[in-house]
């Protein structure tokens, strides 16, 4: 799969996660992650533009520790569950970081039926405690 706007400094910025302690960063409460342009059961075509929205807090690039933001990562077909919530999220074609502060991205997904879920990540990549993640929705890419 080939991924628009995705850098490869993303991958390398993953390796600097591992110095946290697993969930420390505290999401406000009320904090929403949501799709703005696709909802549960669209159809689209590849490729497709997802734009991320995000209210209660605000977008900082991976390594920017700043109170109450985070960092965009897409999950395509994969889920983040359990102890996964506590380690830094992976970097490849499933999770798809947005460390540089993207709020949208442009994505070439094969025909089928796909499953995305975004989730806010602090500065080292880790979700926040509680995490803060969009619902999982389904599209159909024709």
Do not use: C
């Amino acid at each position: 799969m080939r991924f628009g706007k995705f850098t490869t400094g993303a991958l390398a910025l993953a390796g600097l996660a591992t110095a946290a302690i697993a969930g420390e960063t505290p999401a406000p409460e009320g904090a929403e992650l949501y799709f703005i342009n696709i909802k549960d059961g669209d159809t689209v075509s590849s490729p497709v533009t997802i734009q991320f929205g995000l209210k209660g807090m605000g977008v900082a690039p991976s390594g920017t520790e700043t109170e109450n933001t985070g960092h965009h990562h897409l999950i395509i077909n994969e889920a983040i569950e359990g102890e996964e919530l506590n380690e830094p999220i992976p970097a490849d074609e499933q999770h798809v970081h947005f460390g540089g502060g993207q709020t949208e991205t442009t994505i070439e997904l094969p025909p089928g039926t796909h499953e995305l879920q975004l989730v806010l990540g602090d500065w080292t990549h880790i979700p926040h405690n509680p995490p803060v993640m969009s619902d999982r929705i389904t599209i159909t890419v024709e």
